[in-house]
Every structure is written in structure tokens, then in C-alpha cells.
């Protein structure tokens, strides 16, 4: 019966929540340092604890310099996207328990910093705007005052709706790091939902595919997946970026017979 | 960020596809022929020749024995594609790869003209070593 | 990044951190494809530069010069261990180049990481059933 209990022990000790985690958390304060380092924390953590508690959790409690950006705390905003045991995770969406120990907290890879854990964004929205992610219709609905969309349409548009803008994708794409021509999987995700709308029409359709086929464009992605993998949301850039490439070159060779 | 239109990047994208496939079987027949039928150590100029003038494939390797009468034009136009797409495959790749890096920006245009121009010396070259086992060649000219 | 950066930032670099060399234990499948399939790349087309410099001697010096040079060059045990590395190379550039294919045209995305470990697989089977032919 001594193995029934010893079984029993670490389950037990889950149960008070008396477990701690080591955090090692990149600092960077443009005012004070040089140079990035990486500061240690040590936390108690509970059940059900993600690593945004776990970073508030410090600032609360042990160095209130500590800086995040953050708002919903439920993987909705997406201002929290960050750096976790090497992989492009939402703080708020990571349970401090599951990541390993210890926890190690980056900003963005190859985002600029602009302090400890917060990243320069304007970058990635520039790149998010070269794709014109509104809605441009051709013309007017003609009946009625209401753009319809079919529900068949709209199904196709579903999971790359989900989009909020976080980040990570763009940040684990190494075409975007290298090439800043290249809109990223975030941008190319987003356009793909414009391009996919039938509302908008065929013309707009046409120019779309046009402004996404220039040679920076969607011909620079090449299928690492990394975009797939890291986003909170289940979107697949690869998958959207990869129909609208087969879509264009489609289009070259009707021309063509 | 630039969106500026282009003609020809969804063509060369086709093409680096197309060329792709095409090199798989290519390739694949250059390695078979070369490496698994004449074994590299027994190539010589003379059974070159035969390959290249005659499509007569023979070979003493690892399989044995083995003789193969391939129409020679047959040959000699994977020989010329194998040559022709493996050049563009290859180097629109390494282009493609320098393209995107933005250390490299200003030199776009200028390693643009370079790529073109080292493909059709690469290109010319190949079709040269092919005219040198070619016998029909010799008459008009002896490269040696 | 010549962007306008609106506030003051540090540059960590950007082709330094290029595929985040000091976390590769933690690279996917997907991001090892991309590494092999772009070396393999770089050594063929290497490759396919020395090779027609090589034969070119078949021209610009004559027949016996080029029977010489490739008898002499085969003699040699290491280019025969480099030419299994080439074949290497060229089977798992092919075979993951289908993969790829195969993604343009929207067929196996959410099997990707089978494919991959398919094609390293079968290129495996294919390089160690040709090595005889290379070494003997
Ligand atoms: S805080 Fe809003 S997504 Fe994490």
C-alpha cells in the first residue's frame, strides 16, 4: 500500500497550491540600462494561474517597474503576445504550469523594445495597413439598404476573422524578420478575409490579387508554418496565403490558354 | 512597405515550380544514368560521346551489365532541359533568397542584371561541354 | 527597419535573430523543412556552378584532359563520401520540393508534418540504398 501513497503525495500538494515557479524575465528600461538582462523571480503559484497573473503577480508584489502591456486578460485584445520558453504565446492564454519551469519571459522577437516586455507595434500595423484591410465594394446592393453575404461565404471566412492583431505570427515568420517589403502572415491572413468577401466584388477582387502578387508579396512565403503553429487564435496564414498564390497563378495561366 | 504590382513574380514563381517537377525526373535520370548505371569512376570522354551522340547508355557497375539504346534526341533534350532548368531553378533560388534579405536592398537592381547575366554564361557553358561530345559539332569546328 | 519609429526603441537586430538560432531545440517541423530544404538548395546550386566549371575543361582544353581530370577527381575518397552527400541533398530537395508543391496547390496543409517526416524518411531509404553505387 506504500505505492498508493506515494502516489498520493504530489497530487496532494497540487491541492494546497503550494507549488512556486522561477520566472526569468527580460528587463529592459531605456533610461537606466544599456543593455537587456534577464532579472529572477520566484512566485507561488494556484491552480489555473497564466503567466500575465504570474507577471502581475511581481508587479504587484515584488518590483512594480515591471512593464506589460495588457488589457483583456482573455485572449481577446491581443496586447499581450510575448515571448514564452521560446515560442510566440498570449501571456494571458499560457498556464504558468504547463510552459516547464522555469518560465522564460521575452518581448516579441524581432520587434523593437520599447520597455521590459513591451514591443514598438507600428511596424506590424504599418504592415497590417499595406494590405488595405477594409472593405471596398464595387458597387451599391441593389436591393435593399444591407450588403448580404451568403452564409456559405461567410464560412469560408470564419477562423481568419478571429484575427486580433497580436503579432506573434509576423514575429515567428523569418521572411517578414528579413524582408520588410513582405506583409507577414498577419497581413496576408487579413487579406485573405477581404479577398475571400464576396461582397466586394470582382473588380476589387482582381486588384487585390494584383497588389498581393507584387514580388514581395505572397510569392515570399515558404511554408515553415511557424505562423500556424504560434497563433492563439487557430488561424492557418499558411493555408490562406497558399489559395490566394494557387488563385493567382490560376488566373496568369487562363490568360495564358 | 511596398505593394508594387509585378508581371512577372507569379510567372517566375510558376515556373520555379514547374522547373522543380520537371527537375525531379531530370536530375533523377542524370543521377541513374551517370551514378547508377556508368558509375562515375567510368566515365570517360569516349562513352560520353556515345551518350551524347548516340543516346548509348552502357555501363559495368554495381547492377552489372547493362546496355541501353535511347533515341538520341531523346538524350540530348533532357540533356539540354536538365541544363536549362536547373540553371533558372538554381539560380532564381539563391536570387530569390537574396531578394528578401533588406541588408541587400540597394543592391536589388544590380544583382538582378548579375543573376541574368551569370545564368546565360552558366547556360552557354553547359551547351559548350555539350557541342564537345556532340560529333556532328566537330565537323564544323575541333575544340581540340 | 528605416520605419518612422514613433518612440524611442531598442533594436534587438533582425538577421542576427534570424530564425531564433538559440531556441532551434525548439524549431517545428515546418521550420526544420524550410532550413533543410534552403542548405540543400544553396549546395546544388553550388553544386551546379562547380560542376560546369568542371566539364567545362571537355571544351576549353580537350578530351583527354577531361578523362584525366574526372578519373582524377573520382580517384579521390572524399569526393566520392561528398557525392552521397550531393545525392543527399538532391533526394531530400526533391522530395520535400514535392511537399511543397503540394501546398500550392492546397492539397496535405493540415498533414505537413507528416509529409515532412515522409519525405525524410524516404529520402533515408533512398540515399542508404544508393551508397553502395557511390563507394564501390
Ligand atoms: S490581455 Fe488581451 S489578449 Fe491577453
Known amino acids: 500500500m506504500a505505492t498508493t501513497e506515494e502516489t498520493q503525495k504530489p497530487d496532494a500538494a497540487t491541492a494546497t497550491d ?6 526569468e524575465v527580460f528587463r529592459y528600461v531605456p533610461e537606466e540600462d544599456d543593455e537587456p ?10 491552480e489555473g494561474m497564466t503567466v500575465l497573473d504570474a507577471l502581475i503577480k511581481i508587479r504587484d508584489e515584488q518590483d512594480p517597474s515591471l512593464t506589460i502591456r ?7 485584445c491581443g496586447s499581450d503576445a510575448v515571448y514564452i520558453n521560446g ?3 498570449l501571456a494571458c492564454n499560457t498556464q504558468v504550469r504547463e510552459v516547464g519551469d522555469p518560465v522564460k519571459v521575452e518581448p516579441l522577437p524581432r520587434f523593437d523594445v520599447i520597455r521590459d516586455l513591451v514591443v514598438e507595434m507600428n511596424e506590424f500595423y504599418d504592415r497590417m495597413e499595406s494590405v488595405e484591410p477594409w472593405f471596398q465594394p464595387d458597387h451599391e446592393p441593389e436591393t435593399g439598404e444591407e450588403y448580404l453575404q451568403s452564409p456559405e461565404n461567410r464560412r469560408n471566412i470564419d477562423t481568419v476573422l478571429d484575427c486580433i492583431w497580436c503579432g506573434a505570427c509576423t514575429s515567428s515568420c523569418s521572411p517578414a524578420a528579413t524582408d520588410s517589403d513582405f506583409p507577414g502572415p498577419a497581413a496576408l491572413a487579413k487579406a485573405y478575409r477581404f479577398y475571400k468577401d464576396e461582397r466586394e466584388g470582382e473588380e476589387t477582387r482582381k486588384r487585390r490579387l494584383e497588389m498581393l502578387e507584387s514580388s514581395h ?5 515558404h511554408t515553415q508554418f511557424n505562423c500556424t503553429e504560434v497563433c492563439p487564435k487557430g488561424i492557418s496564414p499558411t493555408e490562406a496565403i497558399m489559395e490566394m498564390s494557387r488563385d493567382a497563378v490560376k488566373e496568369k495561366l487562363r490568360f495564358w490558354r | 512597405m511596398s505593394t508594387k504590382p509585378s508581371k512577372t513574380a507569379g510567372w517566375n514563381w510558376f515556373l520555379q515550380r514547374a522547373t522543380g517537377v520537371a527537375l525531379v525526373v531530370l536530375l533523377g ?6 551514378h547508377f548505371i556508368v558509375g562515375a569512376h567510368h566515365i570517360t570522354a569516349e562513352n560520353t560521346v556515345e551518350r551524347i551522340t548516340h543516346g548509348l547508355i552502357q555501363g559495368d557497375h554495381v547492377l552489372g551489365q547493362i546496355t541501353i539504346n535511347m533515341p538520341a534526341f531523346l538524350y540530348q533534350a533532357s540533356a539540354i532541359l536538365l541544363l536549362a532548368f536547373s540553371i533558372f531553378h538554381g539560380m532564381y533560388g539563391v536570387y530569390n533568397i537574396l531578394m528578401e534579405q533588406d541588408a541587400l536592398k540597394k543592391y536589388r537592381q544590380p544583382l538582378k542584371y548579375f543573376f541574368i547575366v551569370f545564368s546565360i554564361a552558366l547556360f552557354i557553358q553547359g551547351v559548350l561541354i555539350f557541342l564537345a561530345f556532340f ?4 565537323e564544323i569546328y575541333d575544340p581540340r | 527597419m528605416s520605419q518612422d519609429r514613433r518612440v524611442e526603441s531598442y533594436d534587438r537586430g533582425r538577421i542576427e535573430d534570424v530564425g531564433r538560432w538559440k531556441d532551434w531545440a525548439k524549431h517545428k517541423p515546418g521550420m526544420w523543412a524550410f532550413y533543410l530544404h534552403r542548405f540543400t538548395g544553396l549546395v546544388l546550386s553550388f553544386y551546379l556552378v562547380m560542376h560546369l566549371a568542371v566539364l567545362g575543361t571537355g571544351f576549353w582544353l580537350g578530351h583527354e584532359e577531361y578523362t584525366a581530370i574526372l578519373q582524377g577527381l573520382e580517384s579521390l575518397y572524399i569526393v566520392r563520401v561528398l557525392e552521397i552527400g550531393l545525392f543527399a541533398a538532391f533526394v531530400f530537395h526533391a522530395l520535400n520540393g514535392i511537399r511543397i508543391v503540394m501546398f500550392d496547390m492546397t492539397i496535405g496543409l493540415d498533414i505537413q508534418e507528416q509529409l515532412f517526416y515522409l519525405s525524410i524518411a524516404l529520402s533515408f531509404a533512398i540515399v542508404v540504398a544508393g ?6
Open chain 1, 70 to 76: 495588457h488589457s483583456c486578460r482573455m485572449a481577446r
Open chain 3, 131 to 136: 551508397v553502395p553505387f557511390f563507394l564501390l
Open chain 2, 29 to 34: 535520370f542524370h543521377f541513374a544514368v551517370e
Open chain 1, 87 to 89: 515560442t510566440q504565446r
Open chain 1, 217 to 221: 508579396g505572397i510569392y515570399r512565403c
Open chain 2, 135 to 138: 560529333e556532328p559539332f566537330w
Open chain 1, 37 to 46: 538582462y534577464f532579472e529572477t523571480f520566484e512566485i507561488e503559484t494556484f
Open chain 1, 18 to 23: 503550494e507549488e512556486t515557479a522561477t520566472l
